[in-house]
C-alpha cells in the first residue's frame, strides 16, 4: 500500500509539474527545494528495491526536472570530479586568515553571556563575609536550615 501511494504522489507531480521548467513557472520556489530534496535521492541512489525507483525513471518530465536542477545548481556534480568553485585550492588557512581568533572571541563572549544570565538571574551569587575562627567562613543561617 505504501509503494502503491508513493507511486501515485510521484504521478500527482509529473502531472502538476507537466512540462514547466519548475513547479511554479520560470523561476524555483521552496516548492521546488522541497521536491527536488525528495526526488533527487530517490533518482540517484542505489536502493535495494528499485520500484518507486523506476516508476520515476517512467516519468521522463521528473527526471527532466531532476537533471535540470542538478546541472544548474550542482554544475560540479555532473560527473566532473572538481569540488565547487567557491573552495577551490584554497587553504583552510588561505580562507580566512583570522578564523582562530574568531572562534576565541566567540567563546569568549558565549561564556561571558553565560555568566551574565548566571549572575542576574541569582543562580550564582558572590556575597562578603568575615572570616570566622581558624580561618572558616561563618555558615549562613539558611544554609543550616537546609542542612537539617
Known sequence: QLYREARECLTLLSQRLGSQKFFFGDSPASLDALVFS?????????????????????????CNYCTSILSLYFPWDGGESRPPPHSAGLGEAEEDPHKRRNQLLS?????????????????VSIQRGGVGPAGRQPVALEEEEEEE
Open 38 to 62: 525528495r526526488l533527487a535521492p530517490l533518482l540517484k541512489a542505489k536502493l535495494p528495491n528499485g520500484k518507486l525507483q523506476q516508476h520515476l525513471k517512467s516519468l521522463q518530465n521528473l
Open 107 to 123: 567563546v569568549l563572549v558565549g561564556l561571558a553571556a553565560m555568566l551574565g544570565y548566571a549572575f542576574l538571574s541569582g543562580i
